[in-house]
């Protein structure tokens, strides 16, 4: 039997925020073949440092492994959005301080999700519904955290679901931070298409340190 464990924040935790319908790791079971399991470890509100403690709970007959961390993070800059600058040089700087201390953690987490050596995606963190005011300041600046998820998985080999292509729908979204039982559908489908990549469809490459690593994404 298969056992896929979910680890991070409410993205995956989203129980509170769907009004009753199925969370994402329901869904992920709905989908998934009736030989495999699906178990919650994440836990709303956690950042990227509480990872390494949800790990402690990590059954030891895990197969698989999926993380969707760094919002809550990312979250915690919010205040250089309103800091004045002299010029967008300026503005660049300060977020490239926010960005070196989202690296350190976001490397540190992954590196010890990867060291447990089980077959291992991590999710970009999505924007914000495109209706919500400030929607272009919000996906602009998340740019910067979500270049250290994508270089920290592509340099160790690591898959990669990008959530801003999987919830590209208003409705994908109970609020401007949590996925709605919509989204939460397209997600867990994106999880089982890394779990269970259909023969045929086509998928996208990254070549890093020299060798190809596939990476099953929201363009599956």
């Given at each position: 039997m298969?056992?896929?464990?979910?680890?991070?924040?409410?993205?995956?935790?989203?129980?509170?925020?769907?009004?009753?319908?199925?969370?994402?790791?329901?869904?992920?079971?709905?989908?998934?073949?009736?030989?495999?399991?699906?178990?919650?470890?994440?836990?709303?509100?956690?950042v990227?440092s509480?990872?390494p403690?949800?790990?402690?709970?990590?059954?030891?007959?895990?197969?698989?492994?999926?993380?969707?961390?760094?919002?809550?993070?990312?979250?915690?800059?919010?205040?250089?959005?309103?800091?004045?600058?002299?010029?967008?040089?300026?503005?660049?700087?300060?977020?490239?301080?926010?960005?070196?201390?989202?690296?350190?953690?976001?490397?540190?987490?992954?590196?010890?999700?990867?060291?447990?050596?089980?077959?291992?995606a991590v999710?970009?963190?999505?924007?914000t519904?495109?209706?919500?005011?400030?929607?272009?300041v919000?996906?602009?600046?998340?740019?910067f955290?979500?270049?250290?998820?994508?270089r920290?998985?592509?340099?160790?080999?690591?898959?990669?679901?990008?959530?801003?292509?999987?919830?590209?729908?208003?409705?994908?979204?109970?609020?401007?931070?949590?996925?709605?039982?919509?989204?939460?559908?397209?997600i867990?489908?994106?999880?089982?298409a890394?779990?269970?990549?259909?023969?045929?469809?086509?998928?996208s490459?990254?070549?890093?340190?020299?060798?190809?690593?596939?990476?099953?994404?929201?363009?599956?």
């Open positions: 298969a056992h896929v464990v979910l680890l991070g924040d409410s993205i995956f935790d989203n129980g509170r925020y769907v009004d009753g319908g199925p969370d994402v790791v329901e869904q992920v079971r709905a989908v998934l073949p009736e030989d495999w399991r699906a178990t919650l470890l994440a836990v709303d509100g956690d990227t509480g990872v403690r949800q790990l402690r709970s990590l059954s030891p007959d895990a197969t698989h492994l999926v993380v969707s961390v760094g919002g809550n993070d990312a979250l915690g800059y919010q205040h250089l959005l309103q800091r004045p600058v002299r010029g967008v040089a300026d503005a660049l700087l300060a977020f490239s301080g926010a960005q070196d201390d989202f690296a350190r953690d976001y490397e540190a987490m992954i590196d010890a999700v990867a060291s447990v050596g089980l077959p291992l999710c970009t963190i999505y924007d519904p495109s209706s919500e005011p400030g929607h272009a919000i996906r602009t600046a998340l740019a955290f979500n270049d250290c998820i994508t920290s998985a592509f340099a160790r080999g690591v898959s990669v679901v990008d959530l801003r292509l999987v919830c590209d729908d208003d409705g994908d979204y109970a609020n401007p931070i949590e996925p709605s039982v919509q989204g939460g559908g397209k867990a489908a994106a999880i089982s890394f779990l269970l990549p259909a023969p045929g469809v086509r998928r490459a990254v070549i890093a340190r020299g060798g190809p690593a596939t990476r099953q994404g929201a363009a599956m």
